[in-house]
């Protein structure tokens, strides 16, 4: 498993991966039309440039045997200098449940540990089966989000946090 920190040249990829990765995971919370949504909103290339460039989010892509596999993002939360969050963690099912995840996770708390961070945050879907995956990697629930997305979508999350 090997882990590089992802380039503007890698969007592709990135957006590749999401299309692969989100129809399985989302099947059964999302429905087509707002999966397809959520895709063109986050994972278009422009909307990949904008996160990478102006909202100085931290993309890394996960390779095994140099295939591309998965991929994260995170950044420093905004108007903190010790909380993180983790924006994405998405691995395709091929490849889960042999630890990639969790191997993926430490390597991002050693990085942002290194800079002094404190906590790590996320949000996931309070339907996503990925609740036991941070749950059995120390996240806490804090707090519930319902973040209005625009075309009549919300995301229904969980805010979750883990002190480092």
């Known amino acids: 498993m090997t882990i590089k920190p992802a380039k503007l040249s890698d969007i592709i990829v990135i957006n590749e991966l999401a299309h692969r990765i989100w129809p ?26 904008k996160q990478i460039q102006d909202l100085h989010h931290k993309f890394i892509i996960v390779y095994e045997n ?23 963690i998405y691995i395709l099912q091929s490849v889960q449940g042999k630890g990639v995840g969790k191997y993926v996770l430490n390597k ?42 625009d075309n009549g979508y919300y995301m229904n999350d969980y805010v979750m946090r883990r002190k480092l």
Not at 69 to 88: D, E, P, Q, W
Not at 118 to 138: D, S
């Open 66 to 88: 140099k295939i591309p596999v998965g991929f994260a993002s995170y950044s420093l939360k905004i108007n903190s200098n010790t909380v993180y969050r983790l924006h994405k």
């Open 108 to 149: 991002i708390i050693v990085d942002i540990k290194s800079a002094g961070a404190k906590f790590l945050e996320l949000n996931v879907n309070r339907n996503n089966t990925a609740l036991n995956f941070y749950t059995k990697n120390g996240f806490k629930i804090i707090a519930e989000e319902d973040i209005d997305i």
């Open 24 to 49: 399985v995971a989302y099947r059964d919370i999302l429905s087509p039309d707002q999966m397809e949504y959520m895709l063109r909103l986050i994972y278009s290339p422009p909307s990949l440039k």
